[in-house]
Every structure is written in structure tokens, then in C-alpha cells.
């Protein structure tokens, strides 16, 4: 079985400053990992995936996320916050086989960025 | 070019009466979601399905059903709205449902219920 936990429900930082939004998964297979990023009102944009190549994933808008399989952990990070970073956060893991048609969402991280 | 189209974007229904939200894609994948997401809260699946084969979960409310009358197009029916069916819907496709390949949502359809 999969799962996701987002470790924090709301992220407050200053313009400027890194941002770090944390994600633990579960899973029983080799997952696939996703950020997405959904700015109020809006449907969910995919931030990056990780599937099983490369273990840190670039992604858009200057966001990267390192897979570190011995923390089962997916957090994502960007250097430098701007205002327009601020949005809800989601984590998720796929079925980890195709077919399963299961994507399990984490809870969410409401980004706050303050000028 | 949005990919997945959903209308109406926004939907105000009276109590009872019948709503219908439409999805599209461009994508040609052979899977559609159709999810609900309340305020404050992650989606939550509704049902999918995999080219014409329908697939229900478990604790979806008899209330909402879903046609896919073809690759391009799913719709989501809501037959008596409650209060409690104020919700944006997303509709989201993927190529091969699940494995290494992502979700691509629409913008949502945000349903108010009076």
C-alpha cells in the first residue's frame, strides 16, 4: 500500500529566503513522486516528477525535490521564495505499476510568502 | 494550449436540481478522474475510467454518476445536490493510470449549491 504524509500544513517565509516543504511517503513498490502546486480557484500544475532516474528532479519555476529512499522522503525546495510562490502544495505518490490508476494526495502545504 | 478543458468553470445550483460539469482533453490518454476537493482539503478521487471501463470508489455517494461517451469527453452528474456537494471539481487524465506517468488536471469547476 502507499501513502504520503506532509509533515507541515502551512509554511510561512519571507520573500527572498528558501522555501522547504517536507513529504514522507510509504510505498511498496518503486514509487513515482509529484509535486503539484494549485494557486487558489485553479486546478493543480505538476511541479516535478521523480520516477526512478535521476534522485534530485528539477523542476519548474527554479523548484527541485531529492528522493532519498533511506528517509523515504521527497522534499521539495527552491532557493529563493517570490510572492508568487505562495499557493497550496500537494504531494503524491503513484500506484508505483502501471495500471493501478492510484495516486495518493498528501494533505497539502499552504505556502505564505511575506514582502 | 489547455489540454484539459473543463465547463462550466463556475456553477450555482438550488438544492435538488440536477447538475452536469463537463470535462475535455486533447491528450488522447485513456484515463479520466474525475475528483472533489472542498475547501481547504486534497482532492478526493470520485471515480475513473479506463477507456469505457467504469470504476466507482467505494465511498462515492450514489448521488454522483459519470459518462465517458467518448475518448475525449467525460461528464460528471450530480442528481440532487446538498449543501454539502459545494465543491471545486477537477477533472485529470493520465496516459497509462498510475506507474511512472503523472495526472493532467483542468481548472476546475467550482460548484455552489443554495
Known amino acids: 500500500a502507499q501513502s504520503v504524509t506532509q509533515l507541515d500544513s502551512h509554511v510561512s517565509v519571507s520573500e527572498g529566503t528558501p522555501v522547504l516543504l517536507r513529504c514522507n511517503y510509504s510505498?511498496?513498490?518503486?514509487?513515482?513522486l509529484f509535486w503539484y502546486v494549485q494557486h487558489p480557484n485553479k486546478g493543480l500544475q505538476l511541479l516535478l516528477k521523480?520516477?526512478?532516474?535521476?534522485?534530485l528532479v528539477k523542476g519548474i519555476n527554479g523548484f527541485e525535490a531529492e528522493f532519498k529512499k533511506s528517509e523515504t522522503s521527497f522534499h521539495l525546495t527552491k532557493p529563493s521564495a517570490h510572492m508568487s510562490d505562495a499557493a497550496e502544495y500537494f504531494c503524491?505518490?503513484?500506484?508505483?505499476?502501471?495500471?493501478?490508476?492510484?495516486?495518493?494526495f498528501g494533505t497539502g502545504t499552504r505556502l505564505k510568502v511575506l514582502a | 494550449d489547455a489540454m484539459v478543458i473543463q465547463n462550466p468553470r463556475y456553477q450555482v445550483t438550488q438544492f435538488g436540481k440536477p447538475v452536469t460539469l463537463s470535462c475535455s482533453q486533447t491528450?488522447?490518454?485513456?484515463?479520466m478522474y474525475w475528483y472533489q476537493q472542498k475547501s481547504s482539503q486534497a482532492p478526493k478521487l470520485l471515480f475513473h475510467y479506463y477507456d469505457k471501463d467504469f470504476n466507482n470508489e467505494a465511498d462515492t455517494p450514489d448521488n454522483f454518476q459519470s459518462r465517458r461517451p467518448n475518448t475525449s469527453f467525460c461528464f460528471l452528474d450530480i442528481r440532487s445536490p446538498g449543501l454539502g456537494d459545494a465543491a471545486m471539481y477537477l477533472c485529470a487524465t493520465s496516459r497509462d493510470g498510475g506507474g511512472t506517468g503523472e495526472l493532467f488536471f483542468g481548472e476546475g469547476s467550482r460548484l455552489t449549491v443554495l
Open positions: 503524491v505518490v503513484s500506484g508505483g505499476i502501471s495500471g493501478t490508476y492510484k495516486y495518493i
Open positions: 510505498s511498496s513498490y518503486s514509487p513515482s
Open positions: 521523480y520516477t526512478s532516474a535521476a534522485t
Open positions: 491528450l488522447n490518454h485513456n484515463v
